[in-house]
């Protein structure tokens, strides 16, 4: 089952996640001495961050990944990295940051970051964001990519540019041990009923998610 958590504006929906998200990293370090987190993209996720960034814990055991890049060149300014840069990776060292090789092309870096995450039994945090059609990461309803069953894909046609793009799969996210998704907006308010009524869309098909929504976005359903 889906957890929601809503909250009468974005503000204090992005510091919430922030503080579970926080939280989670502590737990996962204090079990297992190290913490791997996958990010999001899009322009959602950017105030969560930046209230992340500010928090007081053991960077050094936290390991940075992407859900997904878009096949942008280098310090394209739209690319995904480029934004987790601004809003918190420069905090961070940057051995612990593995960005996705997304200039090469999408099976080139798909093939690139399948090698990156082998070693990633599963994610102990994969934060999410969400399109208002109901696709995360790069992965978007009928587009082939969704049946690919390998780690990390390469997609092509999305309708959300650009085009090519690399993902963490299905079969990735839904192994995570936690996923924390932030929505906001009455833009995103349809969907967000959609899925709290059960309809297959790719953000509904990971296994349970903890939803940390504002009024707006919830505002269409019985949360
Ligand atoms: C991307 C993101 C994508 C994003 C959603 C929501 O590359 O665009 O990874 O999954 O999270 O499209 O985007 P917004 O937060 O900008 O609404």
Known sequence: MHQWFVYDDFDQASRSAADFIADKIEAAIRLRGVCHVALPGGNTPAKCLAYLAKKNLIWEKVHWYLGDERCYPKEHADRNDVMLELNLWSRMSKTNIHTITAERGAEAAAEDY????????HFDLIFLG??????????????????????????????????????????????????????????????????????????????????????????????
């Open 114 to 121: 399948r090698k990156v995450i082998v070693t990633v039994e």
């Open 130 to 223: 969400m399109g208002e059609d109901g696709h995360t990461a790069s992965l978007f309803p009928g587009n082939d990519a969704l049946l690919d069953e390998r780690s990390v894909i390469p997609v092509y046609n999305a309708p959300k540019l650009p085009a090519e793009r690399v993902s963490l799969s299905l079969a990735t996210i839904s192994k995570a041990r936690c996923r924390v998704v932030l929505a906001s907006g009455i833009e995103k308010s349809a969907v967000i009923a959609q899925i709290t009524l059960g309809e297959a869309l790719p953000i509904n098909c990971l296994g349970d998610c903890h939803w940390f929504v504002d009024a707006d976005a919830a505002s269409s359903s019985e949360l």
